[in-house]
């Protein structure tokens, strides 16, 4: 079967998470996932496997998992530490039919305690360390089982001791029925339980599909994402069904990155935009840890245009673009724009792009009853198949923000005369007196390459305070900021931290409402 065909097959028929390793396997068995990190579920399979054998590791869980007590239809949230066997184990559950409920390592426990009550007694999947920061939780009222990946814990199954538990058929869930659950950020209170269908899963996969279709030859895709964000089961199937070798990530210390890419020499990055900016460094140095990439993605925040323009150019490849996606948990990949060697660095960072062909449509509407403008930006909103189907145990939250086929983002912007999306602000960060906060944060990262991140959050009296790390902690040249800045008078003066300070989602966003609510409460004890 081409390219072309299973594509079209997983547009009519859906995406079963279950079925991608059997499915690449049979396309390539030979294809190559390399890791950079040992599975904790599998230790002895290694940091190199091919399709073949990763679709057999699948199928060995998926019938320990079974043996385990685990049905069809069930839900079993996976919260454990960041490893790509999340991946495996997920797509191992969603081979017998059960529901896959994606909850990140970096969630506390009570929040984790929370999540699996609105779940409704399900099973719980996750390793000895982040069972014993579950103690003080009421798992026994909360789950159905408890299974951990290794080791012993009681009251729990391993899933080490149930090796050699005989294999199970695979079972398919209808097209229009929960596959999958992701969660939210959570930047504005807990988290909310996102449902994904093999419809929804399957459409998404368009943007990128076409994208990879480029590529004349099988390069190294090398992926770096959240491992329970939903966006790593689309790069995945992405990357496996297009026989694309796989460098799978763990790491992102820019010293072990860069030696990963120099080893394995990708030809397409798809990483976080944190992890991009942190990576942003690495475009100086003299070993050329990214001259082998033809094509740098992300879908998640906008990019700053500091940061794509330096990535493009310290690629050799001929061609090289940067191509930026913009969408959210909720709709997927929604507008998109390539970015060029010779005008990234001209690039207007709050223009996210134009609807995709065969992808998703986008409208801006009114806020206030006039026509959407540049000095009046109104909702952006989403409206196609590959929609989430609702909040698990939350229709009425998911309900708010469904306008019929239209789903409201939470994000204001409008659209120019030639149907480029610009994305100002998420509304609940809007600041009184700034037009846009990420506007004034691109621009002033383009002139301080010192700067490594900038966030502006609202102070005690609603100022706008621009929050700053510079590159390894260094002390923050004052003149230069003035200098900077001096067409944002709005500006409060800066307040430095280290990176390591700021608060972070499971894809590496920064929390800008816990941030202002933490600067406040110090600046309320100062004074």
Same mark, same amino acid.
Request: proline share 7%.
């Given at each position: 079967?081409?390219?072309?065909?299973?594509?079209?097959?997983?547009?009519?028929?859906?995406?079963?998470?279950?079925?991608?390793?059997?499915?690449?396997?049979?396309?390539?068995?030979?294809?190559?996932?390399?890791?950079?990190?040992?599975?904790?579920?599998?230790?002895?399979?290694?940091?190199?496997?091919?399709?073949?054998?990763?679709?057999?590791?699948?199928?060995?869980?998926?019938?320990?998992?079974?043996?385990?007590?685990?049905?069809?239809?069930?839900?079993?949230?996976?919260?454990?530490?960041?490893?790509?066997?999340?991946?495996?184990?997920?797509?191992?559950?969603?081979?017998?039919?059960?529901?896959?409920?994606?909850?990140?390592?970096?969630?506390?426990?009570?929040?984790?305690?929370?999540?699996?009550?609105?779940?409704?007694?399900?099973?719980?999947?996750?390793?000895?360390?982040?069972?014993?920061?579950?103690?003080?939780?009421?798992?026994?009222?909360?789950?159905?089982?408890?299974?951990?990946?290794?080791?012993?814990?009681?009251?729990?199954?391993?899933?080490?001791?149930?090796?050699?538990?005989?294999?199970?058929?695979?079972?398919?869930?209808?097209?229009?029925?929960?596959?999958?659950?992701?969660?939210?950020?959570?930047?504005?209170?807990?988290?909310?339980?996102? !449902?994904?269908?093999?419809?929804?899963?399957?459409?998404?996969?368009?943007? =990128?599909?076409?994208?990879?279709?480029?590529?004349?030859?099988?390069?190294?895709?090398?992926?770096?994402?959240?491992?329970?964000?939903?966006?790593?089961?689309?790069?995945?199937?992405?990357?496996?069904?297009?026989?694309?070798?796989?460098?799978?990530?763990?790491?992102?210390?820019?010293?072990? !990155?860069?030696?990963?890419?120099?080893?394995?020499?990708?030809?397409?990055?798809?990483?976080?935009?944190?992890?991009?900016?942190?990576?942003?460094?690495?475009?100086?140095?003299?070993?050329?840890?990214?001259?082998?990439?033809?094509?740098?993605?992300?879908?998640?925040?906008?990019?700053?245009?500091?940061?794509?323009?330096?990535?493009?150019?310290?690629?050799?490849?001929?061609?090289?673009?940067?191509? =930026?996606?913009?969408?959210?948990?909720?709709?997927?990949?929604?507008?998109?724009?390539?970015?060029?060697?010779?005008?990234?660095?001209?690039?207007?960072?709050?223009?996210?792009?134009?609807?995709?062909?065969?992808?998703?449509?986008?409208?801006?509407?009114?806020?206030?009853?006039?026509?959407?403008?540049?000095?009046?930006?109104?909702?952006?909103?989403?409206?196609?198949?590959?929609?989430?189907?609702?909040?698990?145990?939350?229709?009425?939250?998911?309900?708010?923000?469904?306008?019929?086929?239209?789903?409201?983002?939470?994000?204001?912007?409008?659209?120019?005369?030639?149907?480029?999306?610009?994305?100002?602000?998420?509304?609940?960060?809007?600041?009184?007196?700034?037009?846009?906060?990420?506007?004034?944060?691109?621009?002033?990262?383009?002139?301080?390459?010192?700067?490594?991140?900038?966030?502006?959050?609202?102070?005690?009296?609603?100022?706008?305070?621009? !929050?700053?790390?510079?590159?390894?902690?260094?002390?923050?040249?004052?003149?230069?900021?003035?200098?900077?800045?001096?067409?944002?008078?709005?500006?409060?003066?800066?307040? =430095?931290?280290?990176?390591?300070?700021?608060?972070?989602?499971?894809?590496?966003?920064?929390?800008?409402?816990?941030?202002?609510?933490?600067?406040?409460?110090?600046?309320?004890?100062?004074?």
């Amino acid at each position: 079967m081409t390219g072309f065909m299973i594509h079209k097959s997983l547009r009519k028929h859906g995406l079963y998470l279950g079925i991608v390793p059997e499915t690449a396997a049979a396309r390539n068995s030979s294809a190559l996932v390399i890791l950079d990190h040992d599975l904790d579920v599998l230790p002895e399979a290694g940091r190199r496997l091919t399709a073949a054998e990763l679709a057999d590791h699948v199928d060995d869980l998926a019938g320990r998992l079974w043996a385990a007590g685990l049905r069809p239809g069930e839900h079993i949230a996976i919260h454990k530490g960041a490893n790509s066997d999340v991946w495996v184990l997920a797509t191992a559950a969603a081979r017998i039919g059960a529901v896959p409920v994606m909850l990140s390592p970096a969630l506390d426990g009570a929040t984790v305690a929370a999540l699996l009550g609105r779940l409704n007694r399900p099973s719980l999947l996750t390793d000895a360390r982040k069972l014993d920061t579950l103690a003080e939780q009421p798992l026994a009222d909360i789950t159905r089982r408890v299974l951990i990946v290794a080791g012993q814990r009681p009251g729990a199954t391993s899933l080490a001791d149930l090796a050699g538990s005989p294999r199970v058929q695979s079972v398919f869930r209808p097209q229009d029925e929960a596959a999958l659950i992701t969660h939210t950020s959570g930047t504005t209170g807990l988290p909310k339980l996102v !449902v994904h269908t093999p419809r929804t899963m399957a459409a998404r996969l368009t943007p =990128q599909w076409w994208l990879l279709s480029l590529m004349r030859k099988p390069e190294t895709v090398a992926i770096h994402i959240s491992f329970v964000h939903s966006r790593m089961f689309a790069a995945m199937a992405l990357a496996l069904l297009k026989e694309m070798p796989v460098l799978l990530m763990n790491e992102s210390d820019p010293d072990e !990155v860069a030696r990963l890419f120099l080893k394995h020499r990708p030809g397409f990055i798809e990483a976080l935009p944190n992890s991009l900016m942190e990576w942003e460094g690495l475009t100086g140095d003299p070993r050329k840890p990214f001259a082998s990439v033809k094509y740098f993605s992300s879908t998640f925040d906008a990019m700053h245009p500091r940061t794509m323009s330096r990535l493009i150019n310290s690629s050799d490849r001929r061609g090289a673009l940067f191509f =930026q996606i913009y969408g959210q948990s909720e709709v997927g990949p929604a507008v998109g724009r390539a970015y060029f060697r010779n005008s990234a660095h001209k690039a207007n960072g709050r223009c996210v792009g134009w609807a995709m062909p065969g992808c998703a449509k986008v409208r801006v509407v009114s806020r206030d009853g006039n026509p959407p403008s540049e000095t009046n930006p109104g909702f952006i909103e989403v409206g196609w198949v590959g929609l989430a189907k609702t909040y698990h145990a939350e229709q009425d939250r998911y309900d708010a923000n469904r306008f019929g086929d239209w789903w409201r983002t939470g994000d204001v912007g409008y659209r120019t005369r030639f149907g480029c999306v610009h994305m100002l602000d998420r509304e609940v960060d809007m600041i009184p007196g700034l037009r846009s906060i990420l506007e004034v944060e691109d621009r002033v990262l383009s002139r301080l390459s010192e700067l490594s991140e900038l966030v502006v959050v609202p102070g005690p009296k609603s100022q706008p305070i621009p !929050v700053i790390c510079t590159n390894e902690d260094q002390p923050l040249d004052r003149e230069r900021w003035r200098a900077a800045v001096v067409e944002f008078p709005q500006l409060a003066d800066p307040i =430095q931290i280290p990176m390591a300070e700021l608060p972070r989602t499971a894809t590496m966003k920064v929390r800008r409402i816990e941030l202002s609510r933490r600067l406040q409460e110090q600046l309320g004890e100062r004074a």
